[in-house]
């Protein structure tokens, strides 16, 4: 199943706020996406018809574990893009916006070869 980018920062920023809050609401998506909450609660649909998120109008959201286990892949993506880049010597700031923007199209190929890279030089 292939996601859109935008469904994909639904999911990872339903993650962070899990994380940090321990479930989502509209409102906190809207606001840290920085769009309006009915735009959000489109993605929402769509999220929990495609078994991404459990969710209830005027509720708390929550990733299934298959939304989850996409944002811990996407989140290990942009990690591991990041710490590349920095190894390059790339500035922090400008890392973490490539990462943010290559983590949705990398090829997994060249993903498993800059990971393989960014751990050997852990070494």
Known sequence: MTLSDAMEMYVKTIH????????ASVSAIAEAMD?????VTVALRKLAELDMVDYERY???????TGRRIALELEKTYRVLKEFFM???????IAEQ???KI???I???????ILVFVESSKK
């Open 98 to 100: 490539d990462a943010c």
């Open 87 to 93: 190894l390059l010597g790339i500035d922090e700031e």
């Open 35 to 39: 769009v309006k909450a009915p735009s």
């Open 107 to 113: 090829n997994p190929q060249t993903f498993e070869r």
């Open 59 to 65: 509720k708390t959201v929550n990733l299934t574990e």
């Open 16 to 23: 962070r706020l899990e994380l940090k809050h321990g479930s």
């Open 103 to 105: 983590e949705h199209m």
